[in-house]
């Protein structure tokens, strides 16, 4: 699986923002899907958001219209722009490429570290 990285995570307090960054040394294009995902505490992984090279971006409901995940090519970097942040977006999120935008769980061997973001009440 490609290597990404990501940064940017955060405490911050309801209704805050931040940006995530997800980083290669090869090409972000290059991959089909670029996908973020997110595990709270003692919650199962979800998906949060999914760009795809080509097509219409995927989101959670639960994020839908709060967050924006965007690819820039030329710094071969995926962004996740978290708006009007609850408490509830609490957790660590994680950075995969994915063949495509629906793809299970299970095609994932490793998650690493991740990046925290921690919105507090």
């Known amino acids: 699986q490609v290597q990404l990285v990501e940064s940017g995570g955060g405490l911050v307090e309801a209704g805050g923002s931040l940006r995530l960054s997800c980083t290669t040394s090869?090409?972000?294009?290059?991959?089909?899907?670029v996908a973020w995902y997110r595990q709270a505490p003692g919650k199962e992984r979800e998906l949060v958001a999914a760009s795809p090279r080509y097509g219409s971006r995927r989101y959670a409901d639960s994020v839908k219209g709060r967050f924006t995940i965007s690819r820039d090519v030329a710094e071969n970097t995926v962004y996740l722009q978290m708006n009007s942040l609850k408490p509830e977006d609490t957790g660590v999120y994680h950075c995969?490429?994915?063949?495509?935008?629906?793809?299970?769980?299970?095609?994932?061997?490793?998650w690493g570290q991740g990046t925290q973001v921690t919105v507090s009440s």
């Open positions: 995969k490429g994915q063949p495509e935008l629906y793809t299970s769980l299970d095609y994932f061997d490793s």
């Open positions: 090869g090409s972000i294009f290059s991959i089909p899907v």
